[in-house]
């Protein structure tokens, strides 16, 4: 029931990370192959204190009839980036999974790149919350809002 | 990212109650009494092999002009009875922790009494999920639907 | 299936709110008196574009033992809240009906005030989405993060 | 507000299908070619009052290190079985558009055949909702429960 939550280790301004860019692209490329089966099409771009950034770079493969992205497209890379958001805050020892991802869909995506700014809400021993914005690039607006859960296995 | 997934100690045909109506009632009067600060209007109906039945008796505190039910009277209906659900089969000691509620609103509740069919969906180590119906006495169409994640606190 | 999304006639800075704080401190009055049925312990703070602040007077009745604040009470207070930020933006004219809320818990509040800050993240002709931060008076994390999407009814 | 919902046309056993399994495959091959981009992998297995279920046969595409299935499978299955389930009672004139879906990951789901269980909690005149329960062939707890709300465009 809704009583009491556990402790969170870093919270707010105190979030730091603790890989950065080249570190997060190095670690996907060696343990996550598989996300470059259509080309190198998921780029990080930037992390920050509670933040981080990725690109698509979308192809034939992703647009659909009225010049639109597909739904999974969309979805796969806001697990993608959420991912690589708590990955950047906990280090490459931990495989975090995820557990929930809730999504809104607003606009009509273009058939542009992608973007996902992502905002992690809390980053506890067990469990971590973030939000992401999916974005056209060029446009102002968010297409899809997304928030995600991801289980965090024990540290030895 | 969706890799992989805990181990689930108990799943499906295998989830087995450990505590029964009587128990589950003495344990909500004596580690939550607050629930009942308008009156005893919550009990618990049956449990099952994975699932659970609670009762809201409705009051005038509960009712919204037109004869329908508030929406926190459902919300707060809905993580009860699965966090009930969650004890019946874990057992009076641990504390689970709600993580997670999502909610549709599906149709106008009526002034009746409030049903809460639960299932468990997982029931974990760390993690339980489960789904409610909400119906009110007498319908056959739920008025709303939820799921939940709660958290287990580690076992000593 | 995810192809293509409505029209929104307001998005990003082009959102302006149409009632200001007098007019839905006015508007909750006459209209839902009951949301002062434990005392005036709802206010609306703030409004801006795309935006809208509300705070919670936590009494006696919400604060559970421990010193935290009950989940129904937050759920009620983002619920309301959301709600507030979209009639500020479509104004009085409409009943818009809650379709969706999830909730992701994040930390334990403290038995103080509760504030909830909104953000729309779309308005359209027949459904808006919003997200809000619930967040202790004082404290910088929030102990809550909700998404809720509205039904619009048509306008004659 | 939570306050009072819209009219529903076509509720519990009062659901009936209007399009069959052929019917909805040659819709789908008719209108949405781009599912079968990776072979024709989606089938429509079953409809009834309320329900339908899809599968989708898994290839090496869709298998992740492990031997288990990625989370954009998953999505995507349950994304195209909800609509379809819809489709299969709303009539092939309509095009829903979904709004909102929200995935909790209970299990590692084998590298076999995924299935689609999908019920409709819901079948207004402007939204649809319905859940999902996502099983790996053989098994008996799913891999994944979604529930989703599409939008359905106004009839001329």
């Known amino acids: 029931m809704l009583q009491a939550h556990g402790t969170s280790t870093r919270i707010g301004a105190a979030m730091q990370p603790v890989m950065d860019v080249e570190d997060l692209e190095a670690f996907l490329d060696r343990e996550f192959p ?3 089966q259509d080309g190198r099409i998921y780029s990080v771009e930037a992390v920050g204190p509670g933040t981080a950034r990725m690109r698509m770079r979308v192809g034939p493969r992703h647009i659909r009839p009225g010049g639109t992205l597909s739904g999974p497209t969309m ?6 980036a959420l991912y690589v958001a708590i990955l950047a805050h906990v280090g490459p020892v931990a495989l975090a ?5 809730s999504f809104n869909f607003l606009r009509k995506p273009e058939p542009h790149d992608l973007l996902a ?3 992690l809400l809390k980053l506890g021993t067990r469990l971590a919350v973030g939000e992401v914005n999916l974005l056209s690039d060029g446009a102002a607006d968010p297409v899809c809002h997304a928030t995600g859960t991801y289980s965090i296995p024990p540290r030895k």
Chains 1, 2, 3, 4 share one sequence.
């Open 34 to 36: 598989q996300i470059h």
């Open 75 to 80: 979805m796969a890379l806001a697990d993608i």
């Open 97 to 101: 999974v995820t557990t929930n991802l």
């Open 117 to 119: 700014e992502c905002r």
